[in-house]
């Protein structure tokens, strides 16, 4: 179980250590509580606030509010953090926010209200607040919003002598850095060198001379999920950013990048299963239902155009109940292999390896897929209705019925994606209505009206 | 569209750029070739190789395999490695692997048949196949096998101008390294120290003072899913990897680390869909059959299963053909509602979200969800049906069989996944037929059920 996997941790959040802070907040034992969370990491914190009972939680920010740091608050998810940040006083509340990147304070600024957004601006002082202020003026998910502007630069003569004496007289580094970035004299970034080579190259040496073979710049209005292709495909560790006229406007982490590609993973995830993206566990049972009921609504009108189908043959299944009795294995194979071409064509097309070049030669091999897979479990089936009610030519009309929604579960499969990619629409998104009417259809269309043709 | 976003980068795999390399490999125009992918990143000529047809792919590789390096190697989906490794003369590939850091030795190694491997291995010195030999001695998606056995360590007492002139006068480094690592005399890592504070602390200050407040370590037989769940749990950028004993044997960092969540994601993504989890455009219409007849055939038995429940109530269809028309909306909205249940289950299981602790309350939630669901469609969809066919009481059990469908649906799309977790099986590869199994045969039962007992 997951709860074991982590006491192996000696500072994690085990089940013992859980039923302790829970017994602590009972007793409203503050100085017991304080030893339970001291030692824990800033990201276990947040995942206790977001695994206990709701009152549970009102319980423990009304005793330990004060303590939340801004590492805490970073770590918390969007769904309990306008909760925990009004729990806390607005000084406390200062405090936390005034030791973050800008990256970070953006993160959480983001979600709240403007009340909230306010107060944590102005817990800022004047520089980080200019520098927060314009970060949450590139669009939402864009690279703006994701850079931090914290870093660290060289003109591109410099030695690494004069770069190393310049890092010990500065007050003030960011948190996490990897690079120096070398600017020309209008702040353009020209490359870069790592603090490896920098460590292991003598005074003399010129940075310029021991720069990344490799490297690459993002602008500011990029959208994040590019940034995140960008970081796992070329596997960068940091990246400049750019504005529109090529200057150096911050950089970004591949923890950032790490983030953004997992947010994408579990975005496309729901997505495909129709389930509001941001869905978590915090989510209320009302939340729950309205980020579900859409799709369900969806899914309702795909399942009556199904029936209207059925309906048109009606006649045919009054005089033979054995077509009612088989025909939703049909649909569901169907709905199945649609599935799997679909999640194939979604998941090449999110990591970009499928495009219009390849496109053809992909929808072909989908089809014979289809095609073979149709043919294997179309003689299954025939095989087994067949024996089950003795028609020899029912038998042969579920078998070709099932060979053609397979190979129109293919083809929609991964056609439908790729319509809808090139429409602008994401693929996750919207994918799933539109590959299982087309497999519910051509179903049971082709199994009943075969039927009615063959058997009638 | 793809490419067109991917144009943009001066060196990208852009159209233009793969239709003059196709041209030039078309003409057996190697000079050309060499103009053209030389300035390509190595993760873009891997893309190139995995894109285009499989002729011109052995095309281009009887044309260029010799100037093959390390980086494309690794770069290169485990599908056509081997196709392009022994294209390759020999000693290319004895050259391309002497590049590389274990870990990427390692990578490569783990696909390949046995001579290929042997191959390799001989083209190594002693020190480096020895490493990469003991690397392949952990098991199979361990932390053994991805971390890199090349490691920047420091004993305790070293003062920050001792570590500067001993990197500086260290001959070889590793490509890639973010800290040192502080080693008592038994080489157990207690601490690290990131080089952007090396970097701006003076000559005179100690090591261990300047160390990271948080520090971890992972054990070498660890499973990658835990590396990469504790790298992005806790931002970690490097981890040192430890024996059994507790002795520092390697480091792993972030950018295997985002490999490994991004082939768990995949690999969730494609189980869930009952896709074979090592899927990838490359593979033949009979790879891709194989991998997908599994699922189909599991999914055959589940929906024959169904329809024995339909064959029970054959008597009451003839009665009412109505029913036949209807009973597939039921089980489609148990089977959409039981797949955005199980998603939900299945990621808070992966993200370690849902623990023992928070279950009953996730499972008491998702039951409420269904039932407000299963009431709302149950609605509509009852007043639906009583307009068509213009019978009340049908319109009374289709609606609650809604009902009862939803719940069950819920119900076993958190328990089932948390069933298959606490016995040891992956929920994102086995959660699917059993829970459309419930649904199916809880939807027709249902359905058909209330309709004999009411109806009939």
């Given at each position: 179980m997951?709860?074991?996997?982590?006491?192996?941790?000696?500072?994690?959040?085990?089940?013992?250590?859980?039923?302790?802070?829970?017994?602590?907040?009972?007793?409203?034992?503050?100085?017991?509580?304080n030893?339970?969370?001291?030692?824990?990491?800033?990201?276990?914190?947040?995942?206790?606030?977001?695994?206990?009972r709701?009152?549970?939680?009102?319980?423990?920010?009304?005793?330990?509010?004060?303590?939340?740091?801004?590492?805490?608050?970073?770590?918390?998810?969007?769904?309990?953090?306008?909760?925990?940040?009004?729990?806390?006083?607005?000084?406390?509340?200062?405090?936390?926010?005034?030791?973050?990147?800008?990256?970070?304070?953006?993160?959480?600024?983001e979600?709240?209200?403007?009340?909230?957004?306010e107060?944590?601006?102005?817990?800022?002082?004047?520089?980080?607040?200019?520098?927060?202020?314009?970060?949450?003026?590139?669009?939402?998910?864009s690279?703006?919003?994701?850079?931090?502007?914290?870093?660290?630069?060289?003109?591109?003569?410099?030695?690494?002598?004069?770069?190393?004496?310049?890092?010990?007289?500065?007050?003030?580094?960011?948190d996490?850095?990897?690079?120096?970035?070398?600017?020309?004299?209008?702040?353009k970034?020209?490359?870069y060198?790592?603090?490896?080579?920098?460590?292991?190259?003598?005074?003399?040496?010129?940075?310029?001379?021991?720069v990344e073979?490799?490297?690459?710049?993002i602008?500011?209005?990029?959208?994040?999920?590019?940034v995140?292709?960008?970081?796992?495909?070329?596997?960068?560790?940091?990246?400049?950013?750019?504005?529109?006229?090529?200057?150096?406007?911050?950089?970004?982490?591949?923890?950032?990048?790490?983030?953004?590609?997992?947010?994408?993973?579990?975005?496309?995830?729901?997505?495909?299963?129709?389930?509001?993206?941001?869905?978590?566990?915090?989510?209320?049972?009302?939340?729950?239902?309205?980020?579900?009921?859409?799709?369900?609504?969806?899914?309702?009108?795909?399942?009556?155009?199904?029936?209207?189908?059925?309906?048109?043959?009606?006649?045919?299944?009054?005089?033979?109940?054995?077509?009612?009795?088989?025909?939703?294995?049909v649909?569901?194979?169907?709905?199945?292999?649609?599935?799997?071409?679909?999640?194939?064509?979604?998941?090449?097309l999110?990591?970009r390896?499928?495009?219009?070049?390849?496109?053809?030669?992909?929808?072909?091999?989908?089809?014979?897929?289809?095609?073979?897979?149709?043919?294997?479990?179309?003689?299954?089936?025939?095989?087994?209705?067949?024996?089950?009610?003795?028609?020899?030519?029912l038998?042969?009309?579920?078998?070709?019925?099932?060979l053609?929604?397979?190979?129109?579960?293919?083809?929609?499969?991964?056609v439908?994606?790729?319509?809808?990619?090139r429409?602008?629409?994401?693929?996750?998104?919207?994918?799933?209505?539109?590959?299982?009417?087309?497999?519910d259809?051509?179903?049971?269309?082709?199994?009943?009206?075969?039927?009615?043709?063959?058997?009638?």
């Amino acid at each position: 179980m997951a709860d074991d996997r982590r006491s192996e941790d000696e500072d994690g959040l085990d089940a013992r250590r859980v039923s302790a802070i829970l017994a602590a907040i009972e007793a409203d034992d503050t100085s017991a509580l304080n030893d339970l969370l001291e030692p824990l990491h800033p990201a276990d914190v947040a995942d206790l606030l977001e695994q206990i009972r709701p009152d549970a939680r009102r319980h423990l920010l009304a005793l330990w509010s004060r303590e939340i740091d801004g590492d805490i608050l970073s770590e918390i998810s969007d769904a309990i953090r306008e909760e925990v940040i009004t729990s806390m006083p607005p000084e406390a509340v200062a405090e936390a926010v005034r030791d973050l990147d800008t990256d970070d304070v953006v993160d959480i600024l983001e979600d709240l209200e403007e009340p909230a957004q306010e107060a944590i601006l102005s817990a800022l002082d004047g520089v980080d607040r200019v520098a927060v202020e314009q970060a949450m003026s590139y669009p939402e998910y864009s690279a703006g919003r994701l850079m931090q502007r914290e870093v660290v630069v060289a003109p591109l003569h410099w030695t690494v002598g004069e770069m190393i004496d310049h890092l010990r007289n500065t007050d003030w580094l960011p948190d996490q850095f990897y690079h120096v970035i070398l600017v020309d004299p209008r702040m353009k970034p020209v490359a870069y060198v790592t603090l490896g080579r920098l460590l292991s190259a003598r005074r003399e040496v010129a940075l310029k001379d021991i720069v990344e073979d490799s490297f690459r710049t993002i602008e500011a209005s990029e959208p994040e999920a590019d940034v995140a292709y960008l970081f796992n495909q070329y596997h960068l560790i940091s990246c400049p950013v750019v504005d529109a006229a090529g200057r150096l406007v911050g950089v970004i982490t591949i923890d950032d990048a790490m983030n953004v590609l997992d947010e994408e993973h579990q975005e496309d995830m729901l997505r495909m299963a129709g389930v509001d993206d941001e869905a978590t566990l915090a989510d209320t049972v009302w939340e729950a239902t309205r980020g579900r009921a859409l799709w369900l609504f969806v899914n309702l009108l795909t399942a009556i155009l199904a029936s209207l189908v059925i309906g048109l043959f009606a006649d045919t299944i009054d005089q033979m109940v054995a077509l009612a009795v088989l025909m939703p294995i049909v649909a569901s194979m169907g709905g199945n292999a649609g599935t799997q071409s679909m999640t194939v064509a979604v998941r090449a097309l999110a990591t970009r390896d499928l495009t219009p070049r390849n496109a053809p030669r992909v929808i072909r091999r989908e089809v014979a897929v289809g095609a073979l897979n149709g043919a294997v479990f179309g003689l299954i089936m025939a095989l087994v209705a067949g024996f089950w009610f003795g028609m020899p030519m029912l038998a042969v009309v579920i078998g070709l019925a099932m060979l053609l929604t397979l190979m129109a579960a293919a083809l929609g499969g991964i056609v439908i994606p790729m319509a809808l990619e090139r429409a602008g629409i994401d693929p996750a998104l919207a994918s799933g209505p539109f590959v299982t009417t087309v497999t519910d259809v051509v179903g049971f269309f082709a199994f009943l009206g075969l039927a009615t043709w063959v058997l009638m």
